[in-house]
């Protein structure tokens, strides 16, 4: 029999971590939605979204009817954002008491719907609303034909809250809802669900059976065509990158779902597809159900992307079974995915390369934190957006890698993956098709150790594992305080000889003799992989890690470097490489790279390296940086031309 413990007196919590819990009941309310969404938490039990796309005016136009079990409430409050609404009707009857607000910074627009009248109790209630997009909408870009392979095309990217900015919504993860939808496009339509038949012209039909909420949505329309890549997998793009695309991504996608389904339980979405959109959508890959969203750059040639696809398949678990209730959790979705990415990349290529992968995310969070200019504010693990502040600018490494660097340390803490393991499998049962906060999170850990688990091949309790997570984990530090985590022990297995070589670099600009023995040749990299080539540019880049910033008061070193390696580095397909090469050469302040690198800007959109990239070029030849993104601003998304600008004060001087 299990006893129910309240929150005070016998929390399972050490007292320093039960004293910061909040007042509040879990799950913690959203504040980055204006809608009244708590009225309508466990009554949605169906949206349903009609929509139109017409590509002339770049415009949506559509119907979403949310159908509720019970009306508890005679106003209802939904999310918008530069739309227009047209009507209201509940129950067919139309409503006329309705406004829109005014603007509340990011947070968009209030809609107020008054005056809704008693429903039936039993049935379903309807409350549709006839809406536009409009050209200001941050949810979609629309590309003309000469963007294209010749046809014009949009995407959407609702996360975190631009949902409200294609259709009126409870713009919160903290619901969530089942979908039916039929879009009607001249061009093939790609949705979030599994498609269904469709008797009309131009009409595609949809349906999400199981409830997710309204970030998870998207949609695509363009000259789409698509190939097989597993057994429930296929990849959809533009005709020209068919065949490279099937290539990139054939095979390794089923054996990503199958290692995925033994770590935590079965894939339950039917199929998982993959759309490669056109160069200018801005991130990696989106994990939109049953159709990742993904950027052309992950087609290397060579495979050495397909980690973004593994990261994506874990969020068909983590994020979009088991959800963070508002982006103050936002690690519990990106935190637990990498960890996910990760085990499942061991459990293929072996636990080193997890570790090597490790690494390289650490990295990544130093960089982060350095060039963040609140640090104080957003490098804490758990954020408190409760100021209305933009997700998008609390958005950095720290969810992804302090929130794998959490789990990591639980992972080798309770003893490794054999202790760690039941607890996965435990989580995302508990709360598969909810959304929750950190402390519910905390409370399914330390109630796991305490009163599920068991000596091997016995019926006794073993309580070590929990007076390890009460006593032996800085709870504090990795939850609340900014600033780098506490460093694990990684496994450098696969880093030494890159570590190895960067010493050797290194001791070429601290000897002034020439006692030295080391003698580059392209032999020294010719066997690096590209996440090593990776390891190896940031490490060079890093004084943290034994490299250097200025790189330019060696030029004999870097002409060497550049004459012996130039050409196998620079011959990467791979843009992760490409960038951190570019950088290197930036640091270095070689002239010939910087209008390589405005080129370069020309043919990727992905922020993970445009940003960075303007920063790089703004820092060295500021006309150049402005010249150029003069000239590439219509080819970006407008999410990420406003954080170009923003970063590097571009176009608005
Ligand atoms: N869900 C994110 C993308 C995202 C986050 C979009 C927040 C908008 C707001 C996605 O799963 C992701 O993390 N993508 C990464 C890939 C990765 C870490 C392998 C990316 O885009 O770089
Ligand atoms: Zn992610």
């Known amino acids: 029999m299990s006893t129910l413990i309240t929150a005070k007196s016998t929390s399972l919590l050490p007292p320093s971590l039960e004293n910061k819990r909040p007042k509040e009941s879990s799950p913690t309310y959203d504040h980055s939605t204006l809608s009244n969404y708590k009225s309508v938490l466990g009554n949605l039990f169906n949206t349903d979204l009609q929509l139109s796309i017409n590509f002339d005016k770049k415009q949506i136009d559509g119907t979403v009817t949310f159908e509720l079990k019970s009306t508890n409430t005679n106003v209802y409050h939904l999310d918008t954002s530069y739309l227009d609404i047209h009507s209201i009707k509940y129950n067919n009857q139309q409503i006329n008491n309705w406004s829109i607000l005014d603007r509340v910074g990011a947070l968009g627009s209030r809609l107020v719907i008054k005056d809704i009248p008693e429903g039936n109790s039993a049935n379903s209630n309807k409350l549709s609303i006839d809406f536009s997009t409009t050209d200001k909408c941050t949810a979609l870009q629309w590309l003309d034909s000469n963007q294209t392979s010749g046809k014009p095309y949009v995407f959407s990217q609702l996360e975190a809250i631009h949902a409200r900015s294609l259709f009126p919504c409870f713009d919160t993860p903290s619901v969530k809802s089942k979908y039916t939808c039929t879009i009607k496009s001249p061009l093939p339509v790609v949705f979030s669900g599994i498609e269904k038949e469709s008797h009309e012209k131009d009409v595609y039909a949809f349906e999400q059976t199981v409830p997710i909420p309204s970030y998870l949505i998207g949609i695509a329309s363009g000259n789409l065509v698509s190939a097989d890549i597993g057994p429930r997998s296929k990849v959809y793009t533009e005709p020209f990158r068919l065949k490279d695309a099937q290539w990139e991504f054939d095979g390794d996608v089923e054996r ?3 290692t995925a389904e033994q770590l935590i339980f079965k894939y339950e979405w039917g199929s998982y597809n993959v759309l490669i959109n056109p160069q200018s959508y801005p991130y990696g890959g989106m994990e939109s159900p049953n159709m990742t969203f993904a950027t052309p750059t992950l087609i290397a040639y060579d495979k050495s992307n397909v980690d973004v696809i593994a990261h994506e398949l874990a969020h068909s678990w983590a994020g979009n079974l088991v959800t963070n209730c508002s982006w103050d959790h936002f690690f519990l979705n990106e935190g637990w995915t990498v960890y996910l990415e990760r085990r499942i990349l061991g459990a293929i290529h072996g636990d080193p390369a997890r570790h090597f992968s490790a690494l390289i995310g650490w990295n990544d969070l130093e960089n982060s934190i350095n060039a963040m200019s609140n640090p104080e504010r957003f490098s804490k693990l758990v954020q408190d957006l409760s100021d209305g502040c933009d997700p998008d600018e609390a958005f950095s490494s720290v969810p992804y890698e302090k929130g794998f660097n959490l789990l990591f340390h639980l992972e080798t803490k309770l003893g490794g ?10 989580y995302f049962s508990t709360f598969s ?14 109630d796991f150790y305490h009163s599920n688990y068991y000596y091997k091949n016995s019926k006794e ?12 984990v800085d709870w504090e530090t990795w939850l609340f305080k900014a ?11 696969l880093a030494d000889s890159v570590y190895d070589l960067v010493h050797k670099w290194k001791s070429l600009v601290s000897k002034t003799d020439n006692t030295n023995s080391f003698t580059p040749s392209p032999g020294d990299i010719k066997n690096f992989n590209s996440n090593q080539l990776v390891l190896f540019l940031d490490t060079l880049c890093n004084p943290k890690e034994g490299g250097l910033h ?4 060696y030029s004999e070193v870097v002409e060497k470097f550049l004459s012996v390696y130039g050409k196998l580095i620079g011959g990467s397909r791979n843009a992760e490489v490409i960038f951190r090469f570019f950088r290197f050469q930036v640091y270095s302040h070689n002239k010939e790279s910087y209008l390589k690198l405005s080129d370069w800007l020309g043919t990727v959109g992905r922020m993970k390296f445009v940003r960075p990239g303007y920063r790089l070029l703004n820092m060295v030849d500021r006309s150049l940086a402005l010249e150029t993104f003069k000239k590439y601003e219509y080819t970006y998304h407008p999410i990420c031309a406003t954080l170009v600008k923003q970063d590097s004060g571009i176009g608005n001087k």
């Open 417 to 426: 993956t054999e202790v760690f393991d039941p607890f996965i499998k435990h």
């Open 483 to 493: 600033g780098m985590p506490p460093k694990p022990i990684f496994n450098t297995e």
């Open 550 to 553: 200025n790189w330019y008061e």
């Open 256 to 258: 990503f779902i199958e």
């Open 433 to 446: 098709k909810k959304s929750l906060d950190t402390w519910q999170f905390l409370d399914c850990l330390f």
């Open 461 to 472: 309790r073993d309580y070590t594992k929990y007076e390890i997570l009460r006593n032996e």
